[in-house]
Nanobody, 114 residues
Framework: QVQLVESGGGLVQAGGSLRLSCAAS????????MRWYRQAPGMQRELVAF???????TYADSVKGRFTISRDHAKNTVYLQMNNLKPEDAAVYSC????????WGQGTQVTVSS
């Protein structure tokens, strides 16, 4: 059974940083595509960043230069380091794993105060 558990969300002031974690079980985070999405109230879900099994990373234009996705093979965990946070970054952040079948975590709330 695949499980993805996100953590690390919270309240931060604009300009601050947070690191989100996505701990995977039942699937190897190193052998598949791992993605971070976010969804703000009333908005469509947005793909923020992803990393392929080969380690190639891609970012949404809105977060380039501020967010970094990374993996810890030993912990089977994917991270999203978020720096210089802006109020528009506030959303529920969810990780997703897989290619032909996508597995989702429950999400973690990020709130950014101006």
């Amino acid at each position: 059974q695949v499980q993805l558990v996100e953590s690390g969300g919270g309240l931060v002031q604009a300009g601050g940083s947070l690191r989100l974690s996505c701990a995977a079980s039942g699937i190897s985070a190193s052998d598949t595509v791992m993605r971070w999405y976010r969804q703000a109230p009333g908005m469509q879900r947005e793909l923020v960043a992803f990393v392929t099994s080969a380690g190639v990373t891609t970012y949404a234009d809105s977060v380039k230069g501020r967010f970094t996705i990374s993996r810890d093979h030993a912990k089977n965990t994917v991270y999203l380091q978020m720096n210089n946070l802006k109020p528009e970054d506030a959303a529920v952040y969810s990780c997703a794993a897989g290619t032909s079948r996508i597995y989702w975590g429950q999400g973690t709330q990020v709130t950014v105060s101006s």
